[in-house]
C-alpha cells in the first residue's frame, strides 16, 4: 500500500474478508457519521447478530460495492433490524443493488415502520399517498406523516 488512498479500500476488504468467516471485529469498525450504541459486537456469529450485517452493509455501499450492500442489508433485515428494512426499502425504491420494485420498497418500509424506525414513518406515508407498491390512501398516508412528527 503505498498510496494513502488505498489504505481505507485494503481496510475495508480486510474486514470483509473476516465478515465472511464469521469473525467480525466490528467494534473495530468506523465511518465519520458512525453512531454506536455502546454494546460489544466482539465474537458475535454475524448470521444472528444483525447490527453488525447492517454495518457491514453501509460499509460496503459507502464503498461503491451495491450488490454486497444490498446482500448484507437483507441478512439483517430478516432478523428485524429497522434501520436495514428502510435500507432495504430504498434498494428497491432506487434500484440500489437490485432491480426497482414498488411492492418490495413498501413492504420494507412498512415492516420497519411497524417495528418503530422513525425514518421509515415518512417513506411508508408517501407510498400511501401516491399508491406506491401499494393501494392509495390519504388516511394512511396521513396517519404516517402524523407518527411522523
Wanted: glycine content about 8%; proline content about 2%; hydrophobic content about 35%.
Amino acid at each position: 500500500m503505498s498510496n494513502n488512498n488505498e489504505v481505507p479500500t485494503e481496510a475495508f476488504k480486510f474486514f470483509l474478508r473476516l465478515a465472511e468467516k464469521e469473525d467480525l471485529l466490528t467494534h473495530n469498525i468506523h465511518w465519520p457519521s458512525a453512531t454506536y450504541s455502546g454494546r460489544e459486537l466482539t465474537g458475535m456469529n454475524t448470521k444472528r447478530f444483525y447490527e453488525a450485517q447492517h454495518r457491514m452493509g453501509l460499509l460496503c455501499y459507502f464503498d461503491k460495492d451495491e450488490e454486497s450492500a444490498f446482500e448484507w442489508y437483507m441478512l439483517a433485515a430478516k432478523q428485524g433490524n429497522g434501520a436495514a428494512q428502510f435500507s432495504l426499502g430504498n434498494c428497491y425504491r432506487y434500484g440500489i443493488g437490485t432491480d426497482k420494485n414498488e411492492k418490495k420498497s413498501f413492504k420494507w418500509y412498512l415492516k420497519s415502520a411497524e417495528g418503530g424506525y422513525k425514518l421509515a414513518f415518512l417513506p411508508t406515508g408517501d407510498c400511501y399517498l401516491h399508491g406506491k407498491g401499494v393501494k392509495q390512501s390519504t388516511d394512511k398516508a396521513w396517519a404516517w406523516y402524523q407518527k411522523a412528527i
